[in-house]
């Protein structure tokens, strides 16, 4: 066991805020959680203890190594899941944030192996050339609870994730990264909106996609003004709180 090592206090409040904003949006709802990578330990996360997202303070957030492990002495509940955190942040040195949800309309595409989900909107570009799907069956048989609850697993979902923002779970939800705690909040919140869109375009005819350009273009204009969003959804989010 280490001692924790201080963390910005900014940081860890917009990571209370994003689990606000998360359940806000219809992301997360009793289940799902954010992570923010340490800003002075990159080899360690920020997570809150195992709750609803929604009900987070700064001292429900714990310290974890990126193996999963606690890095401090607290005897509270940890998510089952946190390995998904540790795995991405191992793989991905440019990524700081991770959000992993059950959003509804993403598992519809998450199940049915033949649509693809690629970006419809140009507010949803980072999903680039399409988003790739985690089929645990393929590590860890077929009789699991689909939870990536175990470090073996947490890599093979980082390896499928590659290099992408998004790895849709078969069965279970999403995993979204962000070079900032402000671009996952905003992809996950937008990889949602993209699954109802498309669900709804695949019913009136053939989908033209954002091409490989397009993606990338309105990435870069949508996510070069991120504060935007970001002091709405916490507005809003805190003031449905205090009602
Ligand atoms: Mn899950």
């Not at 203890?49 to 714990?62: E, F, G, I, K």
Request: glycine share 8%; with cysteine.
């Amino acid at each position: 066991m280490t001692s924790p090592t201080s963390v910005d206090p900014q940081a860890l409040e917009d990571l209370v805020d994003a689990n606000h904003i998360l359940f806000n949006k219809g992301v997360v709802d009793a289940f799902g959680h954010v992570s923010v990578r340490h800003d002075k330990r990159p080899d360690r996360f920020l997570l809150a203890r195992n709750m609803a997202p929604a009900l987070v303070r700064a001292d429900d957030v714990q310290e974890f190594d990126l193996d999963g492990n606690l890095t401090t002495d607290d005897a509270r509940r940890v998510y089952l899941e946190r390995f998904i955190h540790g795995a991405i942040y191992h793989a991905r040195p440019d990524v700081a944030a991770v959000v992993h949800s059950h959003s509804p309309s993403v598992v519809s595409f998450s199940a049915v192996k033949s649509a693809k989900f690629r970006p419809i909107s140009h507010m949803c570009g980072f999903l680039g050339d399409g988003a790739v799907r985690f089929e645990i069956r393929e590590f860890a048989g077929d009789a699991t609870d689909l939870l990536v609850r175990n470090g073996a697993l947490g890599v093979a979902l980082a390896k499928t994730l590659g290099s992408g923002n998004v790895v849709l779970m078969r069965g279970h939800g999403s995993t979204v990264v962000g070079p900032t705690l402000k671009h996952a909040v905003y992809r996950a919140i937008y990889t949602e909106v993209n699954a109802r869109l498309l669900a709804d375009a695949l019913r009136l005819g053939d989908v033209e996609y954002l091409s490989s350009g397009e993606a990338l273009a309105t990435m870069k204009t949508n996510e070069g003004q991120l504060e935007r969003p970001w002091a709405l959804w916490k507005e809003a989010a805190n003031r449905d709180r205090t009602r």
